[in-house]
């Protein structure tokens, strides 16, 4: 990287899947830098904007892979954007998922639709590293059966181990699983609750319910984690837009624990 | 204490015990200046000012109160603001009580870093021909006066509007302080893609003026909000004040004036040619 | 030694030869109002000037700037490298505070604003004492002035007899010793002179406006929803009070298309917008003006002082008297401090 920790690097799309009728899994590579399951970049469409983008593909892939849902003018650029097509992208940012806390514990993983982006890296590492870490299980929820992300790798989840819970707000079509917000699953999966790392991502109001069902079903305050969401133009704690009650969620997020997310504003806070 | 004070500050006591209005929009006096204030006890009627530091209009405040009775103070100016926001379907004239003052005239104001510190007339109530608002619900009479002291000025087209905009911040004070500034988004933000790229290049803030100016022809009272809170001097309100020129003299229309004659880019006239 | 004094013919001397061997900013008078400029004649710069309407932080932070060009054809990205270097004089100590403020914030590890640092790198900051403060003025409440600030290379104090320079860094020295025979050792007597009227202009300000900076940190936790909501009322969400304080930093990106490339510019932003933490999916963590409001003042007073050791206001003034609406931070500073 040059002078400026502004500018992004060049890279090319090398893939571009439909993952959910609004949301496409694009692949760009060869990966620019080294990453920890969690963190983010900054992806430019050159000419239209620049976001920041949660990184969905493993730490141990040559590529980086952001799900990237059509809201505004970035993502609806990328959407028309084709393979070969060179964007720019910037980073690691931000602290990821707690890896070090996770040695040898059992890990609950609590997605909400496109939530589930920072989780993917966090359960492929996880997956590829098995050994060093205990049982892994999965709540999953979306609005839809067609907006589950991901669907295609669920099988060779569960093959290698994976608890996988999923379920739907509204059903539809030949679904045949649990039909409820992802609350109504968290009691499932059978772990060690008061040793059992969580992480949760998704949209602030599933956050919130999330947190205080963990601790009703008597998960640990200080084992919980979720990664939140804001505005960013810089990543790196200069620009101002995600500075709330004295935290940058670009540097000291996104990934934040229990007790950090209670002391956060309202508003940025999902409570 | 000068008498519409007294007076304004026993209308507004009246209005607010009777439940006549929710609330007041007046001028108080602070330390940092004359500025706006909200009343909505009666005890608190005392803060209310008059003078001719009480240049802010305070039109712009009254969408926020859409669904209370809101009793404003207002100069001529602001009434004919009023007036042609009830026209454009804005306002809803019962809900507000108009106090109607009798103005003679405001200061420029001498902010921060000014060169001269000599109290003024602003240019543009040099101007004005409506002292008082053609609609009213109580009159105050003042004589409270800003000395009258001219400022020299030239022809609008001497002016280099390019290097005047030039000096633009982008600060949105003018729009922010316009009473017909209401729509919720702005040409110069909130637009993807952008129409006025307002941070590459100072020449697109002439664009976004020029759409400004072309918005305000026939609408614009002359209040000066826009001039009194810009923060390097742009003489906005000279730049409006000839588009009215020009809007009086093709159509016969000066805006605020009363609430019968409708606007005429909102009439159309079977046969007109655009 | 680093007190020297030189004689207001020598300055002008000073002056001229700054503005022959230098790029030279000073403050002057235009359209009614004091403005900093680049000057190629030192005469016209105003010595007795209050303070600029606008800050000069827009010589380190300019409003607009670019951050690269990219042309796709020759796949590469240009970025700015350098920048011309100047002597920024007659600054007052409250601004030049603040730019050790930003030198703080900008310059903290792990990554530092480029040209934030390169521009700063380049500048030599001189300051000009403020022996008459105006109305709207409360640097005494944060020790930014009014006779020295933190951030400049030199100070310049107007006294009786001429003026009496400190040197506040090894550049400020060099900058002596480059002009050397226009300066003077400063003498006993101008030492306690210059002691004086430190202590004599802070009791003025001190009879005006006295406030415990210490206690501001309280506001984070304290600041309660009816004074913000009064304010709220009267704030009409323009950026003035941002735009002209010499310490918002926060910026905003806006990419657009060239003729063979693609470029971004960064500005100014204002935390007061309602876009500021809007996102694309029109989810806002921080909807209401009143909370927008009370950011503003507790990232400045509580969250600047708890992560840097510095303030986030140097109290120039400017956002009390260019306000539209007259919300006054003094009226905080009373509240909490």
Known sequence: MGLS?????????????????????????PKPFDFIPGQFAMVTVYGVGEAPFSICSTPSDNNLQFSIRKMGSVTTA????????????????????????????????????IGFAPLRPLLLHLLENSNKYGRIAVCYGARSPSL??????????????????????????????????????????????????????????????????????????????????????CGIGKCGHCHFGGKHVCVDGPVFRYDEIMELPRGISPF | MSSPEIELRKLARNLLERKVVDLVIGYEDSEAGVRPCFIKEPGEVEKLVWNPDCRLSLVRYLRGFKEKKVGIVAKGCDGRAIVELIKENQLDRKNIFIIAVECNGVYKPVKYGSSKTRRQMAEYCEKCEVR??????????????????????????DL????????????????????????TECSIEGFKPALVHRLVDPVELFTFHLIRAIHMA??????????????VEIPLTRLYHELNEWFRENYGYVPGLNLEQAPPPLVFKEGEKP | MRMFSITEESLKVFLRELSLKHVLIAPFERDGYFEFDVLKNPDVINLNYTNTRLSPKRFFLPQRQLVFKHYPRKGFTE???????????????????????????????????????????????????????????????FETGPIRGMGEDLTFTPTRSGFIVEARTPRGVSVIEEFGKLFRKADGEMLEEYSRLISKVLDEMNRRLKVDKTRLIRIEKEAGEEFFQLNAQRCIECSLCSFACPLCYCFETEDCLEKDSYVRFRGWDTCISPLFTRMASGLDPRVTKADRLCHRFCHKLSRIPLAFNAYGCVGCGRCVSLCPAGIDIREVLKKWG
């Open chain 1, 5 to 29: 920790p502004y500018v992004p690097k060049p890279v090319k799309i090398v893939r571009i899947k439909e993952e959910t009728p609004d949301t496409k899994t694009i692949t760009i590579g």
């Open chain 1, 78 to 113: 990328i959407h028309e954007a084709s393979p070969g097509d060179e964007i720019g992208v910037r980073g690691p940012y931000g602290r990821g998922w707690p890896l070090g806390e996770m040695r040898k514990r059992d890990i609950l993983l609590v997605g909400g639709g």
């Open chain 1, 148 to 233: 589950l992300m991901y669907r295609d790798e669920f099988g060779e989840w569960m093959e290698r181990g994976v608890e996988l819970y999923l379920t739907v707000d509204v059903g539809e079509g030949d679904w045949k699983g649990n039909v409820g917000v992802v609350t109504t699953i968290l009691d499932k999966p059978n772990l060690n609750k008061a040793e059992t790392i969580v992480c949760t991502c998704g949209p602030p109001v599933m956050i919130k319910f999330v947190l205080k069902k963990l601790v009703e079903l008597g998960y640990s305050e200080e084992n919980i984690y979720a990664s939140l969401e804001s505005k960013m133009r």
């Open chain 2, 132 to 157: 008082v608002s053609p609609i009213k619900d109580y009159l105050i009479k003042s004589d409270e006066k800003a000395l009258e002291e001219k400022i020299p000025k030239g022809d609008v087209e």
């Open chain 2, 160 to 183: 280099d509007w390019l290097s005047l905009f030039r000096k633009c911040l982008r600060c949105m004070a003018c729009v922010r302080s316009c009473p017909f500034c209401y729509c």
């Open chain 2, 218 to 231: 026939g609408r614009c009272v002359e209040c000066g909000a826009c001039e009194s809170s810009c923060p």
């Open chain 3, 79 to 141: 970025e700015p490298k350098e920048y011309s270097s100047f002597v920024l004089f007659g600054i007052r100590p409250c601004d030049a505070s603040a730019l050790s403020v930003l030198d703080n914030i900008l310059l903290s590890p792990p990554y530092k604003d480029a040209s934030y640092e390169n521009r700063r790198k380049n500048a030599i900051v001189i300051s000009l004492s403020c022996t008459k403060p105006m109305a709207e003025c409360f640097c005494n409440v």
